[in-house]
């Protein structure tokens, strides 16, 4: 009998671990067929659902609206300056200077010898003179005067005039349809150019004396900056800032087309 009970043990026994052979050689199989299932890359969804493959061989509609936009502008730049008139010309006595004016630059150098001293004049594109302190204009004495010359265009100007030492005197100027203004001055040497933040500039010009000042205009009338020039300058800037917006846009239009 007790032979039997330890036969029937060991059956039982083998069938356990049969069993869970068995189970395992299952596991094992459906393991292995997941393995030959083909995997979606985690990137597919981002690839098919990007852009559309033809904005990637046509213009972007955008790219062409702009191009229209900018072509239109040309025209209408190109139409309204007459681009094939001659420049203006003026007398050598009211204007002994010569023009150095490059292509996209923002300004325009006048130069001139004048008894040994060389005089370098540099013109940037007008605009409207704003004065800062409008609200207190109404209560001077010359407010519509000041008022309307804080309304009207102007040149800035940067004037300096070197002597054969090399020292010179530089004046920042703003030029009205009637007049030049003064509105700064400095005396600079060669050697001062690398201590220029510590360089003391000299005191607000309308605190100089009377004199001084109308001497200081009379300096630079004699050296040919005058009023009488103002408006040849002024049309000539203006001119400029046409054909650089012109030549502004044209650059435009290639970095667009490319």
Same mark, same amino acid.
Request: a negative charge; charged letters at 30%; glycine letters at 6%.
């Given at each position: ?13 083998l ?5 869970r ?6 596991v094992s ?9 083909p995997?979606?890359s985690?990137l ?13 061989t ?21 139409e309204?300056d007459?681009h094939?008139? +001659?420049e =203006?010309?003026i &007398?050598?006595s009211?204007?002994p ?5 490059? $292509?996209?630059?923002? /300004? #325009? ?9 060389q ?11 704003m004065?800062?302190n409008e609200?207190?204009?109404d +209560?001077? =004495?010359?407010g &519509? ?5 804080a309304?009207?265009?102007?040149? $800035?100007?940067?004037v /300096? #005039? ?7 005197l530089?004046f ?10 003064i ?7 060669p050697e +001062?150019?690398s ?9 607000d ?8 000042r109308?001497?200081?205009h009379?300096?630079?009338e004699t050296?040919?900056i005058?009023a ?6 002024y ?8 054909r650089?917006?012109?030549?502004w846009l044209?650059?435009l239009?290639?970095?667009?087309q490319?």
């Open positions: 009998m007790g032979f039997a009970l330890c036969i029937r043990r060991s059956a039982s026994t069938a356990s671990v049969c069993g052979v068995a189970r395992a050689q299952a199989v459906i393991v292995n067929r997941s393995s030959l299932v995997k979606t985690l597919r969804p981002f690839v098919s659902r990007g852009f559309p493959y033809s904005t990637a046509e213009p972007l509609k955008s790219d062409q609206t702009l191009l229209q936009v900018i072509d239109s502008e040309i025209n209408d730049s190109f309204a007459d094939d008139a +001659d =203006e010309t &007398d050598s009211d204007f200077f010569k023009i150095e004016d490059n $292509p996209g630059h923002r /300004t #325009v150098k006048l130069t001139r010898e004048y008894n040994g001293e005089i370098k004049v540099e013109v940037s594109m007008p605009g409207l003179a004065d800062e609200d207190d204009v +209560d001077d =004495e010359d &519509d005067g000041r008022l309307e010359k309304n009207e265009s102007s040149i $800035p100007l940067v /300096t #005039v070197t002597k054969k030492s090399g020292l010179s530089e920042s100027c703003t030029a009205f349809p009637d007049e030049i203004v509105d700064g001055l400095s005396v600079n040497r +001062d150019s201590q220029e933040q510590l360089t003391y500039y000299g005191p010009f309308q605190e100089l004396d009377e004199n001084m109308k001497s200081f009379k300096f630079l050296r040919g005058k009488s020039a103002t408006d040849f300058l049309e000539y800037m203006m001119k400029k800032d046409s650089e917006y012109l030549l044209k650059k239009k290639t970095f667009v490319e």
